[in-house]
């Protein structure tokens, strides 16, 4: 069954940063367009970030020139690194792809 195990969250304050993986299984993530969500507390979840099989990377406005996605093929694992956090980025952070159930996600807090 394929699917994804997020890590890499914690409490960081503002201006800080962190750096999310998805470690996926069961789907090729190189071969995929595979996206970063998140979700705040009493809010929808929201898109945050994508990155297609051939490279390329989009990114909500929010967080444009703050957070980059990557990907390491070899070990089918997806990045976010999030730089200059603010105290809005606090949120459950998911990584999903074409067909994928969602997985748990990973906490991030960030402390003004």
């Known amino acids: 069954q394929a699917q994804v195990v997020e890590s890499g969250g914690g409490l960081v304050q503002a201006g800080g940063s962190l750096r999310l993986s998805c470690a996926a299984s069961?789907?090729?993530?190189?071969?995929?367009?595979m996206a970063w969500f998140r979700q705040a507390p009493g809010n929808q979840r929201e898109w945050v970030a994508s990155?297609?099989?051939?490279?390329?990377?989009t990114y909500a406005s929010s967080v444009k020139g703050r957070f980059a996605v990557s990907r390491d093929n070899s070990h089918n694992t997806v990045y976010l690194q999030m730089n200059s956090l603010k105290p809005e980025d606090t949120a459950v952070y998911y990584c999903?792809?074409?067909?994928?159930?969602w997985g748990r996600g990973t906490q991030v807090t960030v402390s003004s």
């Open positions: 069961g789907i090729d993530a190189s071969r995929n367009t």
């Open positions: 999903t792809g074409p067909s994928l159930a």
């Open positions: 990155i297609t099989n051939r490279g390329g990377t």
